[in-house]
């Protein structure tokens, strides 16, 4: 294939990302994510296939020149074309891109292989390095790489794949990049004021909106992963991302789970669960003994303000309860919710109504369990955005070989400072064992 059509190509597919890159930025809904993320990942590997076909055959036609043209080639080369100084005193182009400022993206695509590489090199080495936050595949919902990175897919075999052990929550809160601050406050609205009746002559009746507010302070988040010595083999830019990953779900991991029952309180974050009264009076909590027929419709209709009942809203649950909706039956015998699965997210909705988003999470107790205690929050439903999860510093790794020198694995430490908070007032309705 010639090098017009390589680059044909190329420009369809840095199109077709550029598209997807806008579509996620914009997404909150997290099975469009993760589509977007797996159609993305296969994007950046066609573009790095694309790419090195590209630079493989302007290799190859130069070479042909210089056959014909012994002498050193100069400024009569293509104009816009970046060149490499060869041994042999020649120049070879480098790889172009599709669009865009063609030298000034070949030079972000260097820096960053350089920066990588760096990284690598000193995790190889046991010195500490630091990600920025931004970068950090684990901690966004869709990564927008250069297609430079290995992604997980490629890992497969060679590391045995396991179930996922991450609740999505994480991916759709309201997460806020507060790099070097030390808490965060945020406002919030509790009630509009009314108007009434006022004679000719009266006095305007008071209509003060009612408002509030809720600190956010930084806790420090460590977590602990292990890997292979294998990846020790691999390239230093693939390297730092494999360990960058593996330190990201086990931040994550943590994270996901405290958004919903963390305690609050110094170095803690403050779960939906335990979220203040001011935020989420007790008042609204929902009741339930026990999962039936109902048990949808109160949760929905017990959600929001008198005059609304709002849509787009998550339901936030345990596994087992789900399954245990999935077991009512209607008195015919039928299945009575009808439950569509994609991973930990999917709808649940009752036979030829409304469709209620859920979210899986393993930190919710389960209510349909015989032994958790009456009066304990199991679930939450309520728009993900509510919650705020300001991100306070960048992450930093370190290695160690000692600990699990026999069993050939690599242990890795990363913290972060992070904090957490309900910012809207009943922005979840609680749903407790009675």
Known sequence: MDIKKLKDMLAKKETRKSSLSQRAAA????????SINIELSELNDEISELRSLIAEAEATEDRGKNQEEPETRGQE?????????????????LGSFAYGDHNNEAQREKELNERYEERGAYLKEGR?????????PEFRAVT??????????????????????????????NAVPLIGGESYTA???????????????????????????????????????????????????DYQSRVAMSIGRALRKKITRQILVGSGGANSLTGIFNAPAKVIPTATDISIAAIDADTLDRIVFG???PEDV????????????LAAFAAIRSTTGEKLYEITLDGNVGTISASRSYKVPFLLNSAAPQMSAAGTASGTHCMAYGFPAAYELPVFSQITVEESRDYKFKSGQIAYRGSVWAGGNVTMHKGFVRVKKS
């Open 187 to 237: 406002g919030f609205e509790v009630s509009d004021g009314e108007g009434d009746y006022t004679l000719e002559d009266g006095n305007y009746a008071d209509a003060d909106p009612a408002f509030d507010y809720v600190t956010l302070n930084k806790a420090k988040i460590t977590a602990y992963s292990e890997i292979t010595d294998e990846t020790k083999k691999l390239p230093n830019i």
């Open 27 to 34: 997404s909150e809904d997290v099975a469009e994510l993760r």
């Open 128 to 136: 500490a390095v630091t990600f920025t936050v931004d970068e950090f």
């Open 310 to 321: 709002e849509g787009g809203a998550f339901l936030v649950l345990n596994k087992n309860d």
């Open 77 to 93: 080369a293509h104009e816009g074309d970046e060149f490499r100084s060869m041994p042999n005193g020649k120049f070879r182009p």
């Open 303 to 305: 959600y929001g303000g």
């Open 144 to 173: 927008v790489g250069g297609g430079t990175l290995v992604t997980e897919k490629k890992y497969k075999p060679d590391l045995a794949p396991k179930f996922n052990e991450i609740s999505s929550l994480i991916d759709v809160v």
